[in-house]
């Protein structure tokens, strides 16, 4: 009888961790206190970087936006989608993201964090931006999982 519990239990447990596993490490999006004038160019900036990875007209995005609503993030989506990006909770590729002031510099920057993940594979991307939105350097680029070209 114990055994038949102990095993009924498991077997729960595995039922139960295993849904979580196919989202698991994804992140959330969070876009803090930002001044509205340089927001369009970062806009730009990361649609510009999806159509880069991405086919717009063949990819469908499974875009996770924070919980409050800001002003990045719909034009953000508004921008994907007029790319020509697919926007849909069963999106191919999950993005999520992070754009936020860094604090204790001068002048003022923002940083942009995309993480991009499909399959097995995740490619985190960053870039710092001026508080006019203009990049101050390159993106940085993490890839881990899966097959690497490179």
């Known amino acids: 009888m114990k055994i038949k519990i102990v095993l009924l239990m498991v077997l729960l447990g595995s039922l139960l961790f295993s849904g979580c ?10 876009v803090g206190q930002l001044p509205s004038e340089g927001t369009a160019l970062i806009v730009q900036d990361a649609t510009r970087q999806l159509v ?48 936020d002031a860094l604090q204790d510099v001068t002048p003022p920057a923002w940083y942009l964090q995309l993480k991009i993940t499909e399959s097995a594979r ?21 890839k881990t999982g899966g097959e690497s070209n490179e």
């Open 52 to 99: 880069e990875l991405y086919p717009p007209g063949r990819t469908s995005l499974h875009l996770l936006v924070p919980e409050q609503v800001d002003a990045f993030s719909q034009s953000f989506e508004n921008s994907l989608r007029k790319q020509g990006f697919t926007l849909s909770p069963r999106g191919d590729v999950v993005v999520s993201y992070v754009l």
């Open 122 to 142: 995740s490619t985190t991307l960053a870039r710092t931006y001026s508080a006019a939105g203009k990049p101050i350097a390159g993106f940085s680029c993490l």
């Open 21 to 30: 596993a196919g989202r698991a490490g994804l992140g959330i999006s969070f």
